[in-house]
T-cell receptor, first 110, second 113 residues
Framework: SQQGEEDPQALSIQEGENATMNCSYK?????LQWYRQNSGRGLVHLIL?????REKHSGRLRVTLDTSKKSSSLLITASRAADTASYFC??????????FGKGMKLTVNP | NAGVMQNPRHLVRRRGQEARLRCSPM?????VYWYRQLPEEGLKFMVY????????ESGMPKERFSAEFPKEGPSILRIQQVVRGDSAAYFC???????????FGSGTQLSVL
């Protein structure tokens, strides 16, 4: 069953702008993770935020988690053409597997 | 320190044949996951294994599909009597601990003619 749902499904921005992606989920979680996938490749782990954390930073990435709203957001600041990819959120809800959303396609135009 | 290795990268099979997909996890990782991805869709969990044990196979069809992770050698996802609907990208991932950061292979693109 689908746990995380990313929103919007597609986003097109200009280089230098910020990109914000949202993820909503249904059940309580232990952690939430964001991954990136370039076309035809495997997923690459970006960042993990635990249920007792509210915000986390990694380089140009900022992730927030609101467990009361069951939602997370991924912010990419000062986007680059190389950030063009699909982005997925994945949740650990205590079962022995990560459940991935359908993904969001980000296009950064040079 | 090689990453997760999957082979083959592309696999073409005719209906009714068998497909064997291999995955070597990262060194030191004992948790292996298989996911399936259709075009423009997310990843669907199939099976989670640790060495010599299937921990969760709730996402894997009961018929024709099987997976193993032997004590020695790679993890194998085996699809018997393939049908056109099996055409997809199959990704393997490994981790040191369950549900922590997953490292993915580049996937095997299975095409059934």
């Amino acid at each position: 069953s689908q746990q995380g749902e990313e929103d919007p499904q597609a986003l097109s921005i200009q280089e230098g702008e910020n990109a914000t992606m949202n993820c909503s989920y249904k059940t309580s979680i232990n952690n939430l993770q964001w991954y990136r996938q370039n076309s035809g490749r495997g997923l690459v782990h970006l960042i993990l935020i635990r249920s007792n954390e509210r915000e986390k930073h990694s380089g140009r990435l900022r992730v927030t988690l609101d467990t009361s709203k069951k939602s997370s957001s991924l912010l990419i600041t000062a986007s680059r053409a190389a950030d063009t990819a699909s982005y997925f959120c994945a949740t650990d809800n205590g079962s022995e597997k990560l459940v991935f959303g359908k993904g969001m396609k980000l296009t950064v135009n040079p | 320190n090689a990453g997760v290795m999957q082979n083959p990268r592309h696999l073409v099979r005719r209906r009714g044949q068998e497909a064997r997909l291999r995955c070597s996890p990262m060194k030191g990782h004992s948790h292996v996951y298989w996911y399936r991805q259709l075009p423009e869709e997310g990843l669907k969990f199939m099976v989670y294994l640790q060495k010599e044990n299937i921990i969760d196979e709730s996402g894997m069809p009961k018929e024709r599909f099987s997976a193993e992770f032997p004590k020695e050698g790679p993890s194998i996802l085996r699809i018997q009597q393939v049908v056109r609907g099996d055409s997809a990208a199959y990704f393997c991932a490994s981790s040191q601990r369950d549900n922590e950061k997953l490292f993915f292979g580049s996937g095997t693109q299975l095409s059934v003619l």
